[in-house]
């Protein structure tokens, strides 16, 4: 039988195909062809028409999508309150630590003391002292824990699943298990901040803190399960304008008083440093009496509001600070008291008062303009009124702005209550403006200006737009 050798690897060595040759010795058979078989066409296989032809991709069977994994309510509640309660502790711990080289008392634990005292105080918590109770709450670090409980309520509305559920009753419970684990901190905190020198109540604080938990979480879970567009859509036309506007115009005022005030502040800026010298202590020092200046420049920005307004506010028993009458005694030594007028403004000075008016008219000229060119649903609101796509009707703008003026007023009687107090039990026991003028002169005000504005803005309405009409 014949056979063939295969080198391996195409070797040329000798040694090599001999070594390899009982390996690649194969047989070879002779094959019979079957000359009846008939024959059979050759088909040439042509690469590119294969390589053109469809595909078709089969579909692959999905996996059914696991359920997202939701957080239990009380560990989510406690985990976003403690992170909500430490960012806005932190900071006035700081500031309060700096503040308190100026009595030349340093150390970590006296400033964590003194800064948990103060971040209490932000709470509307008053502080019981030798000199008699601290009860003057620095509105910005209130907003700073609002806004961090906001956060709050978001982030746990997100991780138990209630996001954009469009449910009231899980945005409660939700501001409800985040206000329980801050009435929780708010105990605790008191307990440790009492001692000598300081006396603070653990169940007051306690009511304190769970108030401006479900104030602030109710915020932050309402906007996050959407219920807040719920309530909307489920309110009249006229009241949802209306709160707008009113909180617009509010806002409005109490900015026309910020600025009024910084502007006072700074044309007394010589006056402000030297009371900060006055205080001889480092860099360190002065910036902390600063910051606390800057603590309180909200309750500032609202007193000029009233200042503004006509009520005035006041600074001490038997004192008055208006536009007509400026009565005060010896004041402590900071900068916010060098913005202090030193008397009753002349005639020219009584145009101080149309600031706040020129504030309720822009909110008037705002509730038109959403009206005319804003979302959807404010257009629709205007035609189902009787006016026009582009045009709202008068019925809604003139009741949105009478009804606008009390919600004003509230919210600056409000603001007017949360920003004055006492500095113990003496002449300095009676701080800040009236609520109940300020609310009532505020409500009149900026319920005229609004409809005077919304009017103005109705009836002298873009040029193009009359000429289409």
């Known amino acids: ?6 080198r391996p690897d195409g070797s040329e060595d000798p040694f090599a195909v001999a070594e390899a040759l009982p390996s690649v010795v194969r047989d070879t058979e002779a094959v019979e062809i079957d000359r009846d078989r008939p024959a059979r066409d050759t088909v040439i296989v042509d690469d590119e028409l294969l390589g053109r032809r469809d595909t078709v991709r089969l579909p692959s069977q999905r996996r059914p999508a696991a359920p997202p994994k939701r957080a239990p309510m009380a560990v989510a509640a406690a985990f976003a309150t403690l992170w909500a309660a430490l960012l806005s502790y932190l900071p006035i711990a700081a500031v309060i630590g700096l503040a308190r080289t100026v009595e030349g008392a340093g150390g970590l634990g006296g400033a964590a003391k003194a800064g948990l005292a103060g ?28 806004w961090r409980l906001n956060r709050a309520g978001l982030h746990v509305t997100r991780a138990v699943g209630a996001r954009r559920t469009g449910s009231i ?7 409800g298990a985040i206000a329980l684990a801050y009435a929780l901190v708010g105990a605790l905190a008191a307990v440790l901040a009492d001692g000598r020198g300081t006396q603070i109540s653990a169940g007051r604080a306690a009511l304190h803190f769970f108030v401006i938990g479900i104030a602030g979480a109710l915020i932050g879970s309402l906007r996050g399960t959407d219920a807040l567009v719920a309530l909307a859509r489920r309110s009249p036309p006229v009241l949802r304008h209306a709160l707008r506007a009113g909180l617009v115009a509010a806002f409005l005022i109490l900015g026309a008083g910020a600025v009024a005030g910084g502007l006072s502040v700074a044309l007394g800026g010589g006056q402000a440093a030297e009371m900060i010298a006055a205080y001889q202590t480092g860099v360190a020092g002065q910036a902390g009496i600063t910051l606390i200046s800057i603590g309180y420049a909200v309750n500032a920005s609202v007193w000029a509001a009233a200042y ?19 009565s005060v005694g010896p004041l402590p030594m900071l ?53 026009s796509a582009d045009e709202p009707p008068w019925s809604l703008l003139i009741g949105a702005g009478v009804l606008a003026g009390p919600v004003a007023g509230l919210t600056l009687g409000v603001f007017a209550w949360l920003s004055g107090g006492s500095l113990g039990a003496g002449r300095l026991s009676q701080i800040g403006p009236d609520p109940l003028a300020m609310g009532v002169v505020g409500a009149i005000v900026a319920g005229v200006s609004i409809v005077i504005g919304a009017a103005v803005a109705r009836m002298f309405r873009p040029s193009s737009r009359r000429a289409n009409r």
């Not at 039988?1 to 295969?6: I, K, R, W």
């Not at 009753?169 to 501001?175: I, R, S």
């Not at 403004?345 to 005319?372: E, K, M, N």
Request: net charge positive; proline share 8%; glycine share 16%.
């Open 1 to 6: 039988m014949p056979s063939t050798t295969d």
């Open 119 to 146: 971040w209490l105080l932000g709470h509307g918590l008053p502080i019981g002292t030798s000199i008699g109770p601290l009860a003057v709450t620095p509105l910005l670090l209130t907003l700073l824990i609002i």
């Open 169 to 175: 009753g899980k945005a409660l419970a939700v501001a």
């Open 308 to 326: 503004l307004l006509g009520p005035g506010f006041a600074l001490g028993t038997s004192s008055a600070i208006s536009i007509t009458e400026v």
């Open 335 to 387: 900068p916010l008291v060098a913005g202090l007028p030193e008397g009753p403004v002349g005639a020219a000075g009584t145009a101080l008062l149309l600031l706040p008016v020129i504030a309720g008219a822009a909110a008037g000229w705002l509730l038109t303009q959403r009206l005319r060119h804003g979302r959807g649903d404010a257009r629709r609101t205007a035609r189902r009124g009787g006016g």
